[in-house]
């Protein structure tokens, strides 16, 4: 079961709890389904995969406390197919927690999908998006407005929006604009940098090359695309002096989790064994990397609802944490004179879907996904 099935049958529950007469509310529209958080009194510690806020979100309407709001919804939850508990944490959490099986059916989809995995289209129309409604774009002048409609063009279809995008100076285009807060061109002691064309230096007219030109001189593509997308738009972006491949830098860490994920499908390939999805057996540092799978989908459906390619990047961070932690406590390859086993091949099979969704995450940024770092 996905974060986005599990809200689906949330809504059923709700509407079920209406038309029995448990319940006087609106049902809402959509119900927001992830990982439980740390601090908000949703889990976050326990064996819970999912935790959803309905009860907290209708709560006011029914007026009654969250928590009994949470009863019949819990109750029709539990033994859904997939599920294997459901509880009532803090002020009113549904707390989910899924079969092994769900959670190994999740991971053997997204390994057959592949490069479609997070695509709102059909099988075999990656970045073609679902047949929704164009949307026109177009950027206001500077490298970053530039930057982020190049990402939103393949954001916006993968988010089940068709995406027509151009760029241009402000006024010179109809469609949506996309304004982002603009970056001071400074790097040290330098004087701040001209505009010039964009960064695909197609049309000597078009705004910012001479910026994409010094940025990338000094910072190479994928650091200049990962700062200007990282920061949401409405907040500045500081510059940094030279890309560092160090664990403080998030473009690097997530592509060198994909690097790692890459590595362990090679030497599993020398050891004689594959990934097959399966029970893990890590507990809490598996679960985190699933559910951090399992919510890729959603997270691009906002980033193209927002408009908001950082939410991708930040989505990105918490899944490459999440399985570098995972893999330094239960690593999916075999130590020393140890064999291969059922847990290793599925560890594997969870490492290679979390390659997947950096790849294809990477992907919609425009930054690459090298195999060896």
């Known amino acids: 079961m996905t974060p986005?099935?599990?809200?689906?049958?949330?809504?059923?529950?709700?509407?079920?709890?209406?038309?029995?007469?448990?319940?006087?509310v609106t049902v809402p529209e959509r119900v927001v389904v992830r990982a439980p958080t740390p601090g908000e009194g949703g889990g976050g510690g326990g064996e819970a995969d999912l935790a959803c806020t309905v009860a907290l979100q209708v709560a006011k309407e029914a007026g009654r406390?969250?928590?009994?709001?949470?009863?019949?919804?819990?109750?029709?939850?539990?033994g859904l197919p997939g599920i294997a508990a459901v509880e009532i944490a803090g002020?009113?959490?549904?707390?989910?927690?899924?079969?092994?099986?769900?959670?190994?059916?999740?991971?053997?989809?997204?390994?057959?999908?592949?490069?479609?995995?997070?695509?709102?289209?059909?099988?075999?129309?990656?970045?073609?998006?679902?047949?929704?409604?164009?949307?026109?774009?177009?950027?206001?002048?500077?490298?970053r407005a530039a930057v982020v409609v190049e990402?939103?063009?393949?954001?916006?279809?993968?988010?089940?929006?068709?995406?027509?995008?151009?760029?241009?100076?402000?006024?010179?285009?109809?469609?949506?604009a996309i304004r982002p807060r603009g970056v001071e061109m400074r790097f040290g002691q330098g004087a701040p940098q001209p505009a010039g064309p964009s960064p695909r230096g197609e049309h000597p007219g078009d705004?910012?090359?001479?910026?994409?030109?010094?940025?990338t001189a000094r910072l190479g593509a994928d650091e200049a695309r990962w700062?200007?997308?990282?920061?949401?738009?409405q907040d500045a972006v500081r510059?940094?002096?030279?890309?560092?491949?160090?664990?403080?830098?998030?473009?690097?860490?997530?592509?060198?989790a994909y690097a790692r994920t890459c590595a362990m499908t090679r030497n599993a390939r020398e050891l004689g064994f594959t990934a097959e999805p399966g029970d893990t057996g890590d507990g809490r540092a598996a679960r985190e990397v699933w559910a951090a799978v399992a919510e890729y989908p959603g997270v691009v459906e906002a980033a193209a609802r927002h408009r908001a390619p950082d939410r991708v990047a930040r989505h990105l961070e918490v899944t490459a944490d999440a399985w570098l932690r995972c893999h330094d406590g239960c690593p999916p390859l075999p130590v020393g004179e140890e064999k291969p086993s059922a847990v290793h091949r599925a560890r594997l099979a969870?490492?290679?879907?979390?390659?997947?969704?950096?790849?294809?995450?990477?992907?919609?940024?425009?930054?690459?996904?090298?195999?060896?770092?």
């Open 207 to 215: 705004v910012a090359a001479h910026e994409w030109r010094v940025l």
């Open 239 to 256: 510059l940094p002096e030279r890309p560092v491949q160090r664990e403080s830098n998030g473009r690097f860490r997530v592509q060198y």
């Open 151 to 176: 990402a939103l063009e393949r954001i916006l279809p993968a988010g089940g929006m068709g995406g027509a995008a151009g760029t241009g100076d402000e006024g010179a285009a109809r469609g949506e």
């Open 227 to 233: 700062v200007l997308l990282r920061a949401a738009q």
């Open 91 to 143: 002020a009113g959490f549904l707390n989910v927690t899924l079969t092994g099986t769900a959670r190994a059916e999740l991971v053997r989809d997204v390994l057959a999908q592949g490069r479609e995995y997070g695509c709102a289209g059909e099988p075999g129309t990656a970045g073609q998006g679902r047949g929704g409604a164009s949307v026109a774009l177009r950027a206001a002048a500077g490298v």
């Open 4 to 24: 986005a099935e599990l809200s689906r049958a949330v809504l059923r529950s709700v509407r079920g709890a209406v038309a029995d007469g448990e319940l006087s």
């Open 350 to 373: 969870l490492a290679e879907a979390a390659g997947t969704v950096l790849a294809n995450g990477l992907h919609l940024l425009g930054i690459s996904t090298p195999e060896r770092l």
């Open 65 to 78: 406390p969250p928590r009994e709001v949470a009863e019949p919804l819990r109750r029709r939850l539990a």
